[in-house]
């Protein structure tokens, strides 16, 4: 973890938990994780996502973002200091997806939303981009199902105010690659859908143990 990481780690925890008080549900399940590369797959609802799920872990964490946000040169600086890669939404480039699997075949924890962008109302698609289907497929690593609930009331997209508003991230159980590679006759583009969309529901599968930050 480098410096600038570790510095923005903690001010994410500090500031998630004064501002939305942050708690992670399942907590337990992070202290058990494989040695090696790890895909953590998220619903999409804020700006806020990135900071409050890497709070929880204690490793760092890479994770996409919108390439427009580079453009500002005080952001251009600091994001890939604490492990952003810069990504187009409405078409991803391949040298982006290979270095996402050049990190996960080198033991590091990626986070991606299946979903491709933010929610506008906080509710989940049903169907993933194919991209998470096909870095699952090349890298075979395990894959940790979280979701949040609560930031979209926080910082919604299309908003520029900040509210206080419970925030609790839910941690899945950890699917292991094998139980959904599928049958070896599908075609890579069947497969690869077929995948990301199985991401999506364990995401959506996950549910508050009470009705705190919804």
């Not at 500090?14 to 992670?24: G, M, Q």
């Not at 797959?41 to 760092?60: M, R």
């Not at 979209?152 to 997209?157: E, G, I, S, W």
């Not at 609790?168 to 075609?187: C, K, M």
Request: glycine residues 8%.
């Amino acid at each position: 973890m480098n410096w600038w990481y570790w510095i923005g780690h903690k001010l994410s925890r500090l500031f998630a938990k004064i501002v939305c008080s942050y708690r992670v549900q399942h907590q337990e399940r992070l202290r058990h994780l494989p040695v090696g590369g790890l895909l953590i797959v998220s619903n999409h609802v804020s700006f806020l996502d990135p900071p409050f799920i890497g709070a929880a872990f204690d490793d760092p964490l890479y994770y996409f973002a919108r390439d427009t946000l580079f453009d500002h040169p005080i952001a251009a600086f600091i994001l890939p200091r604490v492990n952003a890669i810069p990504v187009n939404q409405d078409k991803p480039e391949i040298s982006s997806l290979k270095l996402i699997i050049r990190l996960l075949q080198e033991g590091q924890k990626v986070l991606i939303f299946p979903e491709g962008e933010r929610s506008l109302d906080g509710v989940m698609k049903t169907e993933g981009e194919p991209g998470v289907g096909m870095i699952l497929s090349k890298t075979k690593v395990p894959v940790l199902p979280v979701r949040l609930f609560g930031p979209d009331k926080a910082l919604p997209r299309g908003s520029g105010k900040l509210r206080r508003h419970p925030a609790t991230l839910v941690v899945g159980e950890l699917i292991e690659y094998e139980t959904i590679s599928g049958d070896s006759s599908e075609s890579s583009k069947v497969r690869y859908q077929r995948i990301a969309d199985e991401m999506m529901a364990a995401i959506g599968g996950l549910e508050l143990c009470d009705s705190r930050g919804e």
